[in-house]
């Protein structure tokens, strides 16, 4: 039976070759974007996610099978905040009628292996209450104190946004509802986001020092898109609250080979 799934960031990087997948495996796709999109809609703000979940339900009459939110942008700017981590938490909770309509709804996100890299709590946590004004007060901050500052509000939107996938995935409204709600975290991918940083030596330098990924290097936006399609397939009846790290060996290697023993005996 043909599902339907909604994709953000569908005209582009890895939510456009997720769309394009799903489109060549005779599924029906509602592509959300700013531009050349089924739905046109600014997730950076609360009145265009309202809007693209209404739009995105009309059309697909009601019933949702699927939903892989990959919108996103990595600006050291406030709108990050609002784009990485509201415009996907505001959607998917606007999405919750017309994915339980469906007798086996899925859901996926973009998380990043930014997730583990610095950030700031107080942003996190903000976002978490579900304060966007408070959030967008604080990457205000932390732009004006530069770029290297400003870039804190990546790895704090995607921190954030892999926190809220664990705490929502085993509540009655996604759990309960028989909705497995995941999280990958890719490595370096290479796409219009990453272009120009990585077309220089200095550049590729510095993002493999960050996010070292022994196993195939950088890697294309289909390693990354099928895994969301296998998330957000009829086959994936169990695996929920995982953030997994499709990463080329990143997190393996700067988190090492022991993440268990936080929670042994005596420690």
């Known amino acids: 039976m043909t599902r339907t799934s909604v994709v953000t960031g569908s005209a582009s990087g890895i939510g456009a070759t997720t769309a394009r997948l799903l489109a060549e ?8 974007d700013l531009r050349n999109a089924d739905v046109e809609a600014d997730l950076s703000v609360p009145e265009g996610r309202a809007d693209a979940a209404a739009r995105a339900i009309e059309l697909a ?3 949702i099978d699927a939903v892989i939110a990959c919108a996103g942008i990595s600006a050291p700017i406030p709108k990050t905040i609002s784009v990485n981590y509201f415009g996907v938490t505001e ?3 606007a999405l919750l009628p017309a994915l339980a309509a469906s007798d086996a709804p899925r859901a996926a996100v973009v998380s990043s292996m930014a997730s583990l890299q610095p950030n700031s709590a107080e942003m996190v946590e903000a976002a978490l209450a579900g304060d966007e004004a408070g959030a967008l007060r604080i990457a ?7 770029p290297e500052a400003g870039y804190l509000v990546y790895p704090s939107s995607k921190r954030a946004l ?8 085993i509540t009655p409204a996604w759990a309960g509802a028989g909705i497995p709600l995941n999280a990958v975290a890719p490595g370096t991918v290479i796409t219009p986001m990453t272009a120009d940083l ?3 030596p200095e550049g590729a330098a510095m993002v493999d020092a960050a996010v070292p990924m022994p196993l195939n290097y ?3 936006p289909e390693s990354v898109a099928n895994l969301l399609i296998w998330l957000t397939s009829v086959e994936n009846s169990h695996l929920a609250g995982q953030v997994v790290y499709d990463d080329g060996g990143a997190d393996a290697t700067l ?6 023993s936080w929670n042994d005996a005596g420690r």
């Open 25 to 32: 495996r005779g599924e029906r796709v509602i592509g959300i």
């Open 61 to 63: 009459g009601g019933t």
């Open 91 to 93: 959607l998917l909770t």
């Open 140 to 146: 205000a901050e932390l732009a004006e104190q530069g």
């Open 162 to 169: 892999a926190r809220w996938v664990r705490r929502e995935s």
């Open 198 to 200: 990585l077309k220089t």
């Open 218 to 220: 950088h890697q294309p």
């Open 255 to 260: 988190r090492g080979d022991d993440i268990w």
